[in-house]
């Protein structure tokens, strides 16, 4: 048996081991060969030298999050310790600053996984990229921390957010209202990404004004958007003719992304997935990226990733 010692002593204890020692009891139950001791800003660890490196490693990487994010999450606890070393939390690029925006009451907004960190630089480089993904990992919210930093920084005039109005189990006729207040709820998620990274008065001036302007799909029909940073979200409940003319609407100075779920695809079994279709004939064409987001990129819930990996052994 081994024993060694981690300092946490530049740190607020709180801060790591959580409310109520939380976060220590997620350690604990993930190491459960390993016996800890914890008084004040020092853990002690007694085991086999292999567990004690194992642990080693996660627990700097716990540190290095904390360092990035200013937070630990017992969410954020499980997932390093559950996830391989080569994805997830610990392949986000360090060069550079990855913050995108600074949001609402301080928050950073930075890409918090390898792949979203993959969707970051593939916009960098391409005009066009289509980002796919499950549900939970930050697609949506990434491509719009994007197009509101390239608003602030002047790269581009406008930000248009797009989605299909495709009917869910509820039909559209049912629904209270004219026709904003039955396509609203449909973009709701962009609203409230918009909300966390935009002060409220900010943000109305800008949709009054139509410096941002959310839209469903077929109203995007006939027109050139040039200096726009234009996102067309839900992709997966495209047809084919809507993502063609979608992507044929892109104008001088003009950046698109494409976020989609291809297994909630919710249009008639009759009509083919228009994101499904693009990403199967313009994978080989310059200037188009392709960036595929997986399990390991969910950030909500921690039950969020155990249910869709319930689902996907279902449908195997």
């Known amino acids: 048996m081994t024993e060694k010692t981690f300092s946490i002593e530049s740190y607020n204890a709180v801060d790591i081991y959580g409310v109520n ?8 139950d993930g190491f459960p060969l390993l016996k800890f001791v914890i008084r004040g800003d020092t853990v002690r660890v007694i085991g086999e030298d292999s567990e004690i490196e194992q642990f080693g490693k996660k627990f700097s990487l716990m540190l290095m999050h904390y360092d990035k994010f200013g937070k630990l999450t017992e969410n954020d606890v ?3 310790i559950g996830q391989p070393e080569d994805t997830g939390f610990y392949a986000v690029s360090e060069t550079g600053s990855d913050i995108l925006l600074h949001g609402r009451q301080g928050n950073l907004i930075k890409a918090r996984t390898m792949n979203q960190q993959k969707l970051v630089e593939s ?7 289509f980002a796919i993904g499950p549900a939970g990992t930050g697609k949506t919210y990434t491509a719009v921390a994007l197009a509101v930093r390239a608003l602030k920084n002047k790269e581009v005039k406008r930000i248009i957010l797009t989605r299909p109005a495709v009917e869910a189990g509820e039909n559209l006729g049912f629904l209270p ?7 609203d709820p449909y973009l709701q998620p962009l609203y409230d ?5 935009i ?3 900010k943000l109305l001036s800008y949709m009054e004004d139509g410096t941002i302007e959310i839209a469903p799909i077929a109203f995007m029909r006939g027109r050139t958007l040039d200096n726009v940073f234009a996102i067309l979200d839900e992709a997966q409940n495209a047809t084919i003719p809507q993502m063609k003319m979608f992507l044929t609407r892109m104008g001088k100075a003009a950046k698109f992304i494409v976020t989609g779920d291809i297994t909630q695809i919710d249009l008639p079994k009759n009509q083919q997935s228009g994101l499904v279709h693009a990403s199967q004939i313009l994978q080989d064409i310059p200037g188009i990226g392709f960036v595929l987001l997986d399990e390991t990129d969910i950030i909500r819930h921690k039950l969020v990733s155990r249910v869709l990996n319930a689902y996907h052994q279902h449908r195997e």
């Open 21 to 28: 020692d939380r976060n220590v009891q997620m350690i604990r």
């Open 78 to 80: 499980e997932q390093i």
């Open 123 to 129: 916009t960098l480089k391409n005009d066009l990229v």
């Open 177 to 183: 209202g004219d026709l904003k207040d039955k396509l």
């Open 193 to 197: 990404a918009l909300r966390d990274m």
């Open 199 to 201: 002060p409220t008065q």
